[in-house]
């Protein structure tokens, strides 16, 4: 790949040579066959990253706010939801479901933590909720949530209540068995730890949250995102049959093929426990330089970013300029009232599972100086 600027924020990520060459391709049809296969292995794919056997995945053009939008299938008027909120996107998911007419009730933890299992069960056993969101990583403050625990307690709990997770910031960095955790939803994109350029919107839902879709006594109150446009469609390509709804992106689409078939080579757990290492690696290195992370406690950390705070009299403008000029892009804030004090990195995908491009090198490198030119001594 020619020389560039990494970009190191929290999505998107760095891209493959072979997920950028798949995208290569001439101008091919939607239904041709010699992509129809390819969508219908993506689907399967897709399974294989969340490890399940049964669920049902959507992958379909958008951004991933596109994820929140499809929860409308699942939504009624009125219905309760309860959220679980480490940060500025579990505020934003909870105002899109309000939109489609959810009661949301707010489990909020400050900033750098996440809410306690003991205060989700007495949320439970106060109400019944349709479903429980929860931000598997919230990339505003790099809080990652027990999705595992809160699985369990919502279902041991309140059985028919589903447990819809957002893992834009989380899947195919952070450890997610979909079916032996009983998840319901998980919504994701393709720009972030998947390793495709932004565009797809990717759910995947269990045949719970299927069933609870299916027996709905309301029409769905959405076009684009209707299930009853979509799962024809997605059923269709993996059974190797072209369908037609809306054009599907499909240059994307072949990106996340190529991208698929290089995480799914190896077991995810190895893929997990590289980024657990490496994020660990990372953290010490900014606690080595007197700096401190967002998340207040080692397992409150994510493991494909790293949220931290601004050291005294330094600011968004100067620290982010500084390390553009030396070849890497980070990110700064976005929590209201404390988007300034803070930056965000990225440590997820090839960045990760191939050191031998040492892009965490030139991060810490470039950090460093950065962080000494401006004054800055530990």
Known sequence: MAPHKLCMIPGPIEFHEDVLAAMSTPATSHVDPSFVPIFGEAIEMVRDVL????????????SCTLGWDMMVNLLEKDDEVLSLNTGYFGDHFSECLEVYGAKVTTLRAEVGS?????????ALNEKKYKFVTVTHVDTSTGVVSDIKAVAQTVKSISPKTLVVVDGVCSVGSEEILFDDWGL?????GSQKGLGVP???????????AIKKYKSRTTPIVSYYSNWNKWLPIMQAYESRKPAYFATPAVQLIYALHASLKAITSQPMEVRFDKHRQVAANFRQTVKDLGLKTL???EEYAANGMTAIWLPEGLEIPQLVPALANKGVQIAGGILDGLAGKYFRIGHMGISVTEPERHHIDKVVEALNDSLKELGYKA
């Open 51 to 62: 490890l399940t056997k049964v669920a049902q995945p959507f992958i379909v053009s958008g």
């Open 114 to 122: 996440r809410p306690s299992i003991s205060s989700l069960e007495k």
């Open 184 to 188: 319901d939803i998980v919504i994701t």
């Open 198 to 208: 932004p565009g797809l919107s990717i759910v995947v839902a269990s045949q719970q």
């Open 295 to 297: 998340a207040q406690k």
